[in-house]
Structures are given as C-alpha cells and as structure tokens.
C-alpha cells in the first residue's frame, strides 16, 4: 500500500469531529493492508511509530526538508524499513541522511504526516480507544473483547495484527499473565478534593506520591521490575526486587510507586528519584547514595488467579494482607468531604502532590483513564512570557501552539526560558493567540515564530525540575496554559528568581 492512502485517512479522521466517521475511515484501512503492513499502519494511525522512539526531534528534521516529491511512490513498508534503519542508526548527522533521503521521496502532504509522526504531535483524533473501537468494526469481534486483548497486551499493533490475520481466537493468548506487563489504569482529574467525594460518594484515598510508577511480577524468586511505559527496569532497582522476594506467596504481580527518600522521610523531587533508572548506571554506587523505597497500592495477580476483575476493596484488603500496611502507600477511607480535604492537607504536609480518590467497587481497568480514581493535585502557577510559538500539526495544522516560556531574569536581563507547552488551549486561544503572535514577530524558522517579549500568560505546572534542555537549567513538569493575561505587562511577569525559590535552589 502507497503511504499515501494512510496519509489520506489520517486528513479525513482530523477533519471529522465526528467518532463514528473517525471509526469507519480506519476500520476501512485496517482492512485493506496487507499482513505486513497492518502492525506499522495500526501504530501509525496510533500517532506513533512500530519502532517506538527512535530519537528524532525538531533540531534534526528541520534541515531535512527539501522539495517533496511530484507524485506519490513511498509504500507503507518503504517507510517502515526507514524507521528501522533510523532506530539503529547513531549520531544526528547520520539519521539527517537516512530522513533527508525518505523526505526527498514523500510528497508535500507525506512531509508533513511524516514530520508530525516523528516528533509525536499527529494529533489526528485517532486515540488507542477510537483505534479499538476500528479494529473491532473491522475484524467483526465484540469490542469487549478487542479491548481487554489490548489492555492485556500492552500494545495495540501487535493485537491489530494478531486479530486481522488470525481471528478471534488470537485474543485468547492475551490474558493476565506472569512476566508480560499490562498497561496501568490510570487516573481522572479532579479539580479538588471535595469533587472528588461528590463524584463517588464513599471513596478509597491514597496519598499521590510524585515517584516512579512500577510494576512488579514475581514467580518464586525470579523478579522483574517494569516501568509505566512498560520497559524492564528490574537490573535498576536491587532493593525493590529484593523487598519483593520477601512477600509470601509464589506468583504476584503489584502495582505501586517507589520514592526516593530524604533522611527526614520527605520525599525528594521526582527528577531525583528518575536518576536510578538512567541508561548508563553505576547502580550499587547510586543504590548507596540514594536507596529507592516502593509503596503498593495495588495487587493485579495472586498464585495462579487474576485479581483485575475484582473489586478495589478486595484487591487492596488482600494486598495490605499479603505486604504489610507499612508496604502501602498512605491511605483510608472517607465518606465525607471534610475527611478527604483533611488527608489532602496531611499529603501535601508531608511533601507528596496530591491523592487519588478510588471507588471502592471498581475492576482494574488496565490502561483506561476511567472515572473510578480521581487525581487530586495542587497546581502552582507562574505569569511568564511568551518568546516563540511553534506551528501546529494535524487539527491545529496553520495554528500557532507550542509556546516558548520565559520568566524575567533580573540578574542577567531579559528573559529565562522555562520550556514548552500546547497544553491547556482551546480553539479560541489559539486563534487569538496566532494573532497577536504574528503581530509581534521578529523572526521564523521553518517550524518556529519568534517574537517580542509582549504577551503574558498564567502557566499551570506541578513542579520545577532541573533541565539541561534549556540555558536557565530549569524547566516547568506538566506545563498547560489557564489563560492569558492581558491584564499584565512583560514587566509584571515573575521572575527567574521565583522560579528558583520553588526548585528549592536559591
């Protein structure tokens, strides 16, 4: 199959905000690829690429885009091979060869499906859940069914590709099992802890602890360590294998968070724990100098059966039973909102981000974002300026949307860059944004507007984290725009100064 026809249904699903049109054009795909092709296809219209994260950003695509091709000739599995020979490749200057040499042979409207891939903004509509719902129209298996076999397998091409060329049959390979991770349910936003109780009446709170999300699978004493994006970790982290050799019982599989602690018990910030699972490592050296502590919260498997079907209460009751409630991160129940506005206040007390609020009769909805934990976080915000703003892709495509951030630096002058976000942007603000911005501009790239230092803007973010991205050393987590402020002058914005005080630096 030409790249073409993808790039073609990826327009047509972007253009829709219609769900059941997204469904029928890629169900409409899906069954028109050929074995070969459906596992690349099925991640690209995922937004990603089969091959993962192969190490390309804006810096290296930027002088890669020359004249595109006149006329569509790159195949599915031309591109395909690229990514593989772009993965193994090493050095930007070796991958700006293998990418100049694909973009010579793509058309216009290719270049630019391509350059959104890569650098993971093809935001096209096309989410895991709207690809579930096209693979279930397009193979004839209940939903259910296609869901729970992705959720299980951790990775939606793979089951794409198991369920098109096989049948039904496929999806019962793909059930709990031990050493093969299952994607982490995940939480809702609450805007406080009160929602959260209005929302699921009696409620299971825990503390939300800013660590590293594991899951840990243990047979006997063979023990293996994954991350959230599900890579294995285990030779990373000795201390949680052997806290994990210690538990009775032979099978397991546990759901938690590990911390690295200060001597006070406070936790350190989340960047400083994330230096355990670096890529080169001196791990007994680390280990000595910051010890890793795991906190579960949740028990996905026990002894031959699979716990995910059964209610939170339960699953937490046979976990506090099988670790130690010392082994648990923080919790209890509430009824009321005063009782969870007090545990919030204790959690942010001792230095952790927030809770999660459970309903106590929920499944494991593995890899779901459902309505059954609510995450209650307390947002900082800073009024900084905007120095640049990038070109959308996809829907935003014509856009201005990835805002460059600065906060005043008083020491050396103008502004500190802070990092990046498109986050929190309606279609209103970036049309009004685009506006301003582009009465403002100084410069562009092929990719980038740069402009005065004029517009202000309130920036939502979790934390300060050191970075060697930017010049400041500093960048916000979890950035999103609330709303601008055009009640403010450049003038008026915090400085890098204040930025520092909450990194704990100055």
């Given at each position: 199959m030409l790249l073409r026809k993808v790039v073609d249904t990826s327009r047509g699903i972007a253009e829709t905000s219609k769900r059941t049109v997204k469904v029928?054009?890629?169900?409409?795909?899906?069954?028109?690829?050929?074995?070969?092709?459906?596992r690349p296809v099925a991640a690209y219209l995922s937004?990603?690429?089969?091959?993962?994260?192969?190490?390309?950003?804006y810096a290296i695509l930027r002088d890669t885009l020359g004249s595109p091709a006149p006329e569509p000739l790159l195949s599915v599995m031309d591109l395909d091979s690229t990514l593989d020979r772009l993965a193994e490749t090493r050095g930007s200057r070796e991958k700006q060869n293998?990418?100049?040499?694909?973009?010579?042979?793509?058309?216009?409207?290719?270049?630019?499906?391509?350059?959104?891939?890569?650098?993971?903004?093809?935001?096209?509509?096309?989410?895991?859940?709207?690809?579930?719902?096209?693979?279930?129209?397009?193979?004839?298996?209940?939903?259910?069914?296609?869901?729970?076999?992705v959720m299980m397998a951790g990775d939606f091409a793979a089951v794409a590709q198991a369920v098109l060329t096989e049948g039904e049959a496929a999806l019962s390979r793909y059930d709990v099992q031990l050493f093969r991770p299952v994607q982490p349910m995940l939480a809702q936003t609450a805007e406080d802890a009160g929602e959260a109780i209005r929302n699921l009446g009696e409620a299971a709170l825990e503390f939300k602890l800013d660590g590293a999300r594991v899951q840990v699978h243990r047979s006997?004493?063979?023990?293996?360590?994954?991350?959230?994006?599900?890579?294995?970790?285990?030779?990373?982290?000795?201390?949680?294998?052997?806290?994990?050799?210690?538990?009775?019982g032979q099978d397991?599989?546990?759901?938690?968070?590990?911390?690295?602690l200060r001597p006070d018990g406070r936790p350190e910030p989340f960047q400083v724990t994330m230096r355990r699972f670096g890529r080169k490592l001196d791990v007994e050296s680390l280990r000595a100098q910051q010890a890793l502590r795991p906190f579960w919260f949740d028990l996905l498997y026990l002894d031959g059966s699979s716990l995910m079907d059964e209610a939170q209460a339960k699953r937490f009751t046979t976990l506090r039973d099988l670790a130690g409630a010392e082994a648990l991160t923080p919790n209890m129940i509430a009824h009321?909102?005063?009782?969870?506005?007090?545990?919030?206040k204790l959690a942010l007390a001792q230095g952790h981000e927030g809770i999660v609020a459970k309903a106590p009769d929920a499944t494991y909805a593995a890899g779901a974002r459902g309505g059954s934990w609510l995450k209650v976080k307390?947002?900082?915000?800073?009024?900084?300026?905007?120095?640049?703003?990038?070109?959308?892709?996809?829907?935003?495509?014509?856009?201005?949307?990835?805002?460059?951030?600065?906060?005043?630096?008083?020491?050396?002058?103008?502004?500190?860059?802070?990092?990046?976000?498109?986050?929190?942007?309606?279609?209103?603000?970036?049309?009004?944004?685009?506006?301003?911005?582009?009465?403002?501009?100084?410069?562009?790239?092929a990719y980038t507007v740069y402009v005065e230092p004029k517009l202000v803007a309130e920036i939502a973010f979790n934390e300060v984290q050191v970075s060697s991205t930017y010049p400041s050393g500093l960048a916000l987590r979890f950035a999103r725009v609330k709303r601008y402020r055009t009640d403010k002058t450049p003038d008026q914005a915090d400085t890098f100064e204040a930025v520092q005080r909450i990194a704990g630096i100055v």
């Open positions: 029928t054009l890629a169900a409409e795909l899906l069954r028109q690829l050929a074995p070969e092709e459906i937004g990603v690429t089969r091959q993962g994260r192969i190490g390309i950003g293998v990418l100049r040499a694909l973009m010579a042979r793509a058309t216009e409207g290719e270049q630019q499906f391509l350059t959104a891939l890569l650098v993971g903004e093809l935001r096209q509509g096309a989410l895991e859940g709207l690809m579930i719902d096209a693979l279930a129209k397009a193979s004839g298996i209940a939903i259910e069914r296609v869901r729970r076999g006997g004493d063979e023990v293996r360590v994954y991350s959230r994006q599900l890579n294995d970790v285990t030779a990373a982290v000795p201390e949680i294998v052997e806290a994990v050799r210690t538990l009775p397991l599989i546990l759901d938690g968070e590990v911390l690295s009321d909102e005063a009782t969870a506005v007090a545990f919030m307390q947002a900082n915000t800073l009024d900084l300026v905007i120095l640049a703003a990038e070109w959308g892709h996809g829907r935003r495509r014509g856009w201005l949307s990835n805002l460059h951030l600065g906060a005043r630096d008083t020491a050396k002058g103008g502004f500190a860059m802070l990092g990046k976000t498109f986050k929190g942007l309606t279609d209103e603000m970036l049309a009004w944004q685009t506006n301003e911005l582009l009465k403002h501009e100084i410069s562009r790239d």
